[in-house]
Protein backbone atom coordinates (compact mmCIF):
# COMPACT_ATOMS: atom_id res chain seq x y z
CA UNK A 1 0.00 0.00 0.00
CA UNK A 2 3.14 2.18 -0.01
CA UNK A 3 2.90 2.47 3.52
CA UNK A 4 6.60 3.85 5.19
CA UNK A 5 6.85 0.25 6.81
CA UNK A 6 10.08 -1.50 5.42
CA UNK A 7 11.37 -4.43 8.33
CA UNK A 8 7.89 -3.91 10.90
CA UNK A 9 7.23 -7.41 12.06
CA UNK A 10 3.88 -8.31 13.44
CA UNK A 11 2.43 -11.35 15.98
CA UNK A 12 -0.05 -13.47 16.20
CA UNK A 13 0.69 -16.63 19.49
CA UNK A 14 -2.04 -19.24 20.96
CA UNK A 15 -5.02 -17.14 19.46
CA UNK A 16 -4.00 -13.44 20.73
CA UNK A 17 -2.92 -10.91 18.39
CA UNK A 18 -0.27 -9.48 19.79
CA UNK A 19 1.90 -7.07 17.87
CA UNK A 20 -0.27 -4.84 15.75
CA UNK A 21 -0.20 -3.12 12.19
CA UNK A 22 -2.01 -0.31 12.84
CA UNK A 23 -3.81 -0.05 9.57
CA UNK A 24 -4.78 3.33 7.61
CA UNK A 25 -7.89 4.62 9.39
CA UNK A 26 -9.37 6.68 5.90
CA UNK A 27 -8.14 6.98 2.51
CA UNK A 28 -9.43 10.85 2.84
CA UNK A 29 -6.00 11.81 4.14
CA UNK A 30 -5.29 13.55 8.04
CA UNK A 31 -2.18 13.83 10.38
CA UNK A 32 -3.32 10.89 12.00
CA UNK A 33 -3.77 8.98 8.88
CA UNK A 34 -0.01 10.07 8.02
CA UNK A 35 1.06 8.54 11.33
CA UNK A 36 -0.70 5.62 10.69
CA UNK A 37 0.89 4.77 6.97
CA UNK A 38 4.25 6.06 8.27
CA UNK A 39 7.30 4.12 10.18
CA UNK A 40 6.58 5.94 13.57
CA UNK A 41 3.16 3.90 13.47
CA UNK A 42 4.82 0.12 12.49
CA UNK A 43 7.12 -2.32 14.44
CA UNK A 44 10.38 -0.79 13.08
CA UNK A 45 13.24 1.73 13.73
CA UNK A 46 13.42 5.36 13.11
CA UNK A 47 16.87 7.07 12.18
CA UNK A 48 16.80 10.92 13.41
CA UNK A 49 12.37 11.53 13.49
CA UNK A 50 12.87 10.71 9.49
CA UNK A 51 10.28 8.58 8.57
CA UNK A 52 11.08 6.22 5.60
CA UNK A 53 10.70 7.01 1.90
CA UNK A 54 9.24 4.52 -0.54
CA UNK A 55 11.34 5.37 -3.28
CA UNK A 56 13.45 1.44 -3.68
CA UNK A 57 12.07 -2.00 -2.76
CA UNK A 58 13.87 -3.73 0.56
CA UNK A 59 15.17 -7.18 0.31
CA UNK A 60 15.16 -10.94 1.80
CA UNK A 61 18.96 -11.67 2.27
CA UNK A 62 18.80 -14.83 3.60
CA UNK A 63 16.37 -17.51 4.44
CA UNK A 64 16.90 -20.80 6.57
CA UNK A 65 13.77 -22.92 7.98
CA UNK A 66 14.38 -26.49 9.73
CA UNK A 67 13.13 -27.93 12.68
CA UNK A 68 14.72 -26.09 15.62
CA UNK A 69 14.48 -22.44 14.07
CA UNK A 70 13.25 -20.19 10.80
CA UNK A 71 16.05 -17.21 10.55
CA UNK A 72 15.19 -14.26 8.32
CA UNK A 73 17.82 -11.36 7.02
CA UNK A 74 15.90 -8.34 6.08
CA UNK A 75 17.25 -5.17 4.77
CA UNK A 76 15.40 -1.70 3.90
CA UNK A 77 17.29 1.21 1.43
CA UNK A 78 14.31 3.65 2.45
CA UNK A 79 15.77 5.09 6.03
CA UNK A 80 17.91 8.06 5.08
CA UNK A 81 20.57 8.47 7.31
CA UNK A 82 21.37 4.51 8.11
CA UNK A 83 21.44 1.69 6.44
CA UNK A 84 19.07 -0.54 8.22
CA UNK A 85 19.11 -4.58 8.36
CA UNK A 86 16.64 -6.56 10.65
CA UNK A 87 17.74 -10.51 11.49
CA UNK A 88 14.66 -12.36 12.55
CA UNK A 89 15.16 -16.05 14.52
CA UNK A 90 12.20 -17.96 15.23
CA UNK A 91 13.12 -20.07 18.14
CA UNK A 92 11.02 -23.17 18.26
CA UNK A 93 8.42 -23.91 19.89
CA UNK A 94 7.67 -20.24 20.68
CA UNK A 95 9.97 -17.02 20.81
CA UNK A 96 11.63 -14.66 18.87
CA UNK A 97 15.11 -13.10 18.30
CA UNK A 98 14.96 -9.85 16.59
CA UNK A 99 18.60 -7.91 15.94
CA UNK A 100 18.11 -4.77 14.49
CA UNK A 101 21.81 -2.62 12.72
CA UNK A 102 21.91 0.48 11.75
CA UNK A 103 25.03 1.75 10.06
CA UNK A 104 24.98 5.44 9.84
CA UNK A 105 25.88 6.64 5.79
CA UNK A 106 28.12 9.39 5.02
CA UNK A 107 26.14 12.28 5.50
CA UNK A 108 25.80 11.15 9.54
CA UNK A 109 28.63 9.53 10.14
CA UNK A 110 30.80 10.50 13.07
CA UNK A 111 27.62 12.18 14.36
CA UNK A 112 25.71 10.79 17.49
CA UNK A 113 22.33 9.57 15.82
CA UNK A 114 18.83 8.77 17.32
CA UNK A 115 17.77 5.44 16.95
CA UNK A 116 13.78 4.93 18.11
CA UNK A 117 12.29 1.51 17.45
CA UNK A 118 8.56 1.24 18.31
CA UNK A 119 5.93 -1.71 19.53
CA UNK A 120 2.92 -1.64 19.11
CA UNK A 121 -0.31 -3.03 20.67
CA UNK A 122 -3.81 -3.11 20.43
CA UNK A 123 -5.89 -0.55 22.31
CA UNK A 124 -7.17 -2.74 24.77
CA UNK A 125 -3.43 -4.44 25.84
CA UNK A 126 -3.03 -3.18 28.90
CA UNK A 127 0.30 -2.21 28.39
CA UNK A 128 2.88 -1.63 30.61
CA UNK A 129 6.70 -1.02 31.03
CA UNK A 130 8.39 -2.56 34.05
CA UNK A 131 10.98 0.97 35.08
CA UNK A 132 14.30 -1.41 35.77
CA UNK A 133 14.39 -4.33 33.50
CA UNK A 134 12.59 -1.84 30.66
CA UNK A 135 10.30 -5.10 29.58
CA UNK A 136 7.16 -3.78 28.20
CA UNK A 137 3.92 -6.42 28.56
CA UNK A 138 0.85 -6.83 27.70
CA UNK A 139 -1.82 -7.62 30.17
CA UNK A 140 -4.98 -9.48 28.21
CA UNK A 141 -7.19 -11.75 29.89
CA UNK A 142 -6.08 -14.36 27.62
CA UNK A 143 -2.43 -15.19 25.65
CA UNK A 144 0.36 -11.88 26.15
CA UNK A 145 3.80 -11.10 24.83
CA UNK A 146 6.76 -9.34 26.47
CA UNK A 147 8.86 -7.42 24.72
CA UNK A 148 12.56 -7.59 25.92
CA UNK A 149 15.56 -5.55 25.57
CA UNK A 150 18.88 -7.08 25.82
CA UNK A 151 21.70 -4.81 27.18
CA UNK A 152 18.92 -2.45 28.67
CA UNK A 153 21.49 -0.05 30.30
CA UNK A 154 22.43 0.93 26.97
CA UNK A 155 19.39 2.44 25.78
CA UNK A 156 18.99 6.45 26.10
CA UNK A 157 15.15 6.46 27.04
CA UNK A 158 12.22 3.59 27.38
CA UNK A 159 8.83 4.74 27.75
CA UNK A 160 4.98 4.09 26.61
CA UNK A 161 4.19 6.48 24.27
CA UNK A 162 0.59 7.81 23.01
CA UNK A 163 -0.50 6.39 19.38
CA UNK A 164 -3.49 5.19 17.35
CA UNK A 165 -4.74 2.12 16.22
CA UNK A 166 -7.30 1.33 13.49
CA UNK A 167 -10.45 -1.35 12.33
CA UNK A 168 -10.34 -0.11 8.50
CA UNK A 169 -12.08 2.57 6.83
CA UNK A 170 -13.07 5.41 9.21
CA UNK A 171 -11.69 3.83 12.60
CA UNK A 172 -9.61 5.67 15.04
CA UNK A 173 -8.59 4.36 18.41
CA UNK A 174 -5.93 5.90 20.60
CA UNK A 175 -3.62 3.27 21.82
CA UNK A 176 -0.71 2.86 24.01
CA UNK A 177 2.73 1.45 22.56
CA UNK A 178 6.30 1.49 23.83
CA UNK A 179 9.49 3.48 22.14
CA UNK A 180 13.35 2.57 22.59
CA UNK A 181 15.40 4.99 22.05
CA UNK A 182 19.32 4.96 21.49
CA UNK A 183 21.69 8.09 21.22
CA UNK A 184 24.88 6.42 19.79
CA UNK A 185 27.66 7.25 17.32
CA UNK A 186 28.61 4.42 14.24
CA UNK A 187 26.69 0.90 13.67
CA UNK A 188 24.42 0.93 16.67
CA UNK A 189 22.06 -2.68 17.27
CA UNK A 190 19.00 -3.01 18.88
CA UNK A 191 18.92 -7.17 20.42
CA UNK A 192 15.04 -7.85 21.46
CA UNK A 193 13.32 -11.07 22.44
CA UNK A 194 9.79 -10.88 21.78
CA UNK A 195 8.12 -13.84 24.31
CA UNK A 196 4.90 -14.89 23.85
CA UNK A 197 2.75 -15.97 27.15
CA UNK A 198 -0.35 -18.33 26.40
CA UNK A 199 -2.59 -18.80 29.12
CA UNK A 200 -1.34 -19.74 32.76
CA UNK A 201 1.84 -19.16 31.06
CA UNK A 202 4.67 -17.08 33.23
CA UNK A 203 7.99 -16.83 32.58
CA UNK A 204 11.26 -15.27 34.27
CA UNK A 205 14.18 -14.38 31.51
Known sequence: HGHQDDLSVIVWAHGQYLLVDPLYG????SSATEWLESA?????????????????????DRW??????DYLLESSPNTT???????I??????????????????????????YVQSWH?????????????RISR????GANISVIPVGAETLSRAELADGLYSEGQGSMINAKYVEYEKRQTGTTTFNTILLPENIDQDYQV
Open 40 to 60: FGHNTVVVNGKNQTTKRSGSM
Open 138 to 141: TNFD
Open 26 to 29: SYSG
Open 89 to 114: VYVRPGFWIVNDILKPRKSVAGLENK
Open 121 to 133: MLPEAKLTLDADS
Open 64 to 69: ETNEAY
Open 81 to 87: DAEFSRE
